[in-house]
């Protein structure tokens, strides 16, 4: 599959299999990421705290990105407005699942927000008029089957106990969904490296919220291993973000979602079986073999 030619003066035609570059260096970098992750807060370093090192990490390939560029930002409104939209989607999420896990089960709301693909994907198809192929279809339809698998563990839950997480749950799917959807649209419009910048830029913004929320008269881990290896564990993260913009750049959005978002997952799986000797449970352990088949589909299919 390759993307329909444009006489856009900011996307060029592409002839080849770029975005899947991209979009596995965004699979392995998220995977290595989430294996890792959880290692801040168990150690003492609060999550809100966490973010406000994520949106320091974001700085750094910002400003590579910029200064290879030129620093040729794209100022004018439509520009601005995407770039912002973008950029407070993502972040403003994070903001709501930090509330979200205080209220209710992570095992539940996880494998919710695990579907904002399907968000981007219906966006896409009705608005942006993508479409794939019979195998691409079906690669996408078995990664939406095999997110929420990743983290869904019954415990005997009723769904008139989630008043508060539930609706929460919903508007992080969305939001990371309309992110994901306007990632791409604003790639027809302006330059990734604008793109990113806005998200470095909308990153930082939020960071007094997360300080707001953190409560400092417990205990925090100032120590090397609370936010320098926080920074280390979350630069990860940060650059496949911007691998995930140059994904979109070049691919179409129904099926960069689904793959990165199952493939990551996928990773995580595999290096913590690896290094921690960890097990995955039967519903985990079908969901990575649907999310393999599933990238497999996806990339060849593409």
Request: aromatic share 12%; hydrophobic share 55%; net charge positive.
């Amino acid at each position: 599959m390759t993307d329909t030619p444009t006489t856009s003066p900011i996307t060029p035609a592409v002839t080849s299999r770029r975005w899947l570059l991209f979009a596995f260096l965004t699979v392995g970098l998220w995977g290595v990421w989430g294996a890792f992750a959880g290692i801040s807060a168990q150690r003492g370093f609060p999550e809100t705290l966490v973010y406000c090192v994520w949106a320091v990490t974001m700085i750094l390939p910002a400003v590579v990105v910029m200064q290879r560029e030129k620093w040729k930002l794209d100022r004018d409104p439509k520009s601005i407005l995407f770039g912002l939209l973008i950029g407070l989607t993502g972040a403003g999420g994070q903001m709501i699942l930090f509330y979200a896990v205080t209220t209710g089960p992570a095992y539940l709301i996880f494998p919710i927000i695990s579907l904002s693909p399907l968000i981007t994907i219906l966006l896409s198809l009705l608005l942006l008029k993508e479409r794939t192929s019979r195998l691409g279809a079906l690669g996408v339809a078995l990664a939406l089957v095999a997110l929420p698998l990743f983290d869904f563990s019954p415990q005997g839950f009723s769904f008139t106990q989630g008043s508060t997480w539930f609706p929460l749950a919903l508007i992080i799917m969305a939001c990371w969904g309309v992110q994901a959807y306007f990632m791409k649209l604003a790639n027809n419009h302006m330059s990734a490296e604008s793109i990113f910048f806005y998200m470095m830029l909308s990153g930082l913004l939020l960071t007094p919220a997360a300080l707001a929320m953190t409560d400092f008269s417990r205990p925090i881990n100032w120590g090397w291993d609370g936010p320098w290896l926080a920074a280390v564990i979350q630069m990860l993260n940060a650059v496949g973000a911007l691998f995930l913009v140059y994904a979109f750049r070049h691919g179409k959005a129904i099926v960069v979602s689904p793959l990165t978002n199952a493939g990551g997952p996928l990773v995580t799986a595999v290096i913590s079986l690896l290094i921690v000797g960890v097990m995955p449970g039967e519903l985990k352990m079908v969901g990575l073999a649907l999310a393999f088949i599933a990238a497999a589909l996806l990339a060849t299919a593409a």
